[in-house]
């Protein structure tokens, strides 16, 4: 099996490229980005690394190496800088967007495609209408925010990450949604006070605020790559588990909900039982995305004509 990055020399790109190598999932993973000698030197220095635990091939060049690729994860942006909400990166990644489409048509064959360029839902909804895939085999990568929200969790109740159950659907921005109303602990439902559910609330939304006033440049590469793997190896494995993404519905709008993952891509969009408050937010939401949607097509209309 082929998986290929793009924007593989990027931070984002090339940390995701090592972390699935480290997995020995696949048998080749292609860097592929504009700047060809940064991604050439990252497959030679990461073909040593992984030699001694890994058997995977490291590859690297333009988009003619997307060819036979099973798996595309797409890391393509702007580059980073100091916004307010990732809305500030649209106008420039859509315009990579529609550049690095007509290559996926051109030089792959029906492969699934992990998308990761902000602002996602968006960019993802758009995404449908300019390359040749069938809509469940389309993924958006919002996983770090139902990551962040068990971190947050497992901060406030000081109960280990991994003995915490949670998700987070609507937007992978501003208009997240967490699901206080479906939290687990070691497989049983809890319920926060107001208060801890307060605090949780100011942890992720203090989070985007905090690390861009770093003003660093970078993404998050650490855990954005360790997320992009884990749904690569649902694929991969076809494990069939419900991992959180931004996914296209049958009305064509792409949101965070809860996807089963599997060989196919997107399995089935699971219905998880929201409250009444929760499923209001998840449907202003969900009009929200719609309407900058419409924005985009209607600029698109309009400087055509």
């Known amino acids: 099996m082929k998986v290929s990055i793009l924007g593989g020399a990027g931070t984002l790109g090339a940390t995701t490229a090592f972390v699935l190598a480290q997995q020995n999932l696949v048998d080749e993973i292609s860097l592929i980005d504009l700047k060809e000698n940064i991604a050439a030197s990252h497959k030679m220095d990461m073909e040593q690394a992984a030699a001694e635990f890994s058997s995977v091939e490291i590859t690297s060049g333009d988009f003619s190496m997307l060819q036979a690729s099973d798996i595309i994860i797409n890391t393509v942006g702007i580059p980073e800088k100091q916004v307010q909400s990732r809305m500030d990166y649209l106008e420039g990644n859509y315009k990579i967007i529609q550049q690095i489409s007509s290559h996926i048509n051109q030089y792959t064959k ?64 501003e208009d997240q949604i967490p699901i206080f109303s479906r939290i687990y602990i070691n497989q049983k439902q809890i ?10 609330i100011q ?12 003003n660093s440049g970078r993404t ?7 997320n992009l793997v884990k749904i690569t190896k649902a ?10 993404s931004s996914v296209i519905g ?39 995305i719609n309407e900058q949607v419409k924005l985009i097509h209607e600029g698109i209309t309009l400087h055509k004509s």
Do not use: C
């Not at 895939?133 to 109740?157: E, H, Q, Y």
């Not at 006070?193 to 307060?198: D, N, S, T």
């Not at 942890?203 to 770093?214: C, T």
């Not at 949101?255 to 039982?273: D, F, H, L, S, T």
């Open 110 to 173: 029906n492969p699934i495609i992990i998308s990761a360029t902000n602002p996602l839902d968006i960019i993802h909804t758009l995404l449908q209408d300019l390359v040749a895939i069938p809509k469940n085999r389309m993924i958006g990568f919002s996983l770090n925010d139902t990551f962040r929200f068990r971190w947050a969790l497992s901060k406030v109740l000081q109960e280990p990450i991994e003995n915490i159950e949670a998700f987070v659907f609507g937007e992978h921005g």
């Open 191 to 200: 319920q926060l006070a107001e208060e801890q559910k307060q605090l949780v």
């Open 203 to 214: 942890i992720i939304r203090n989070w985007f605020s905090d690390y861009q006033s770093l």
């Open 220 to 226: 998050s590469g650490w855990l954005s790559s360790i």
């Open 235 to 244: 694929i991969v494995e076809d494990t069939k588990e419900i991992i959180p």
């Open 250 to 288: 049958k009305d064509g709008i792409s949101i965070g909900q809860a996807a089963r993952i599997g060989k196919n891509g997107v399995e089935a969009i699971e219905e998880i039982p929201l409250t009444l408050e929760e499923t209001e937010e998840f449907n202003r939401v969900k009009q929200k």
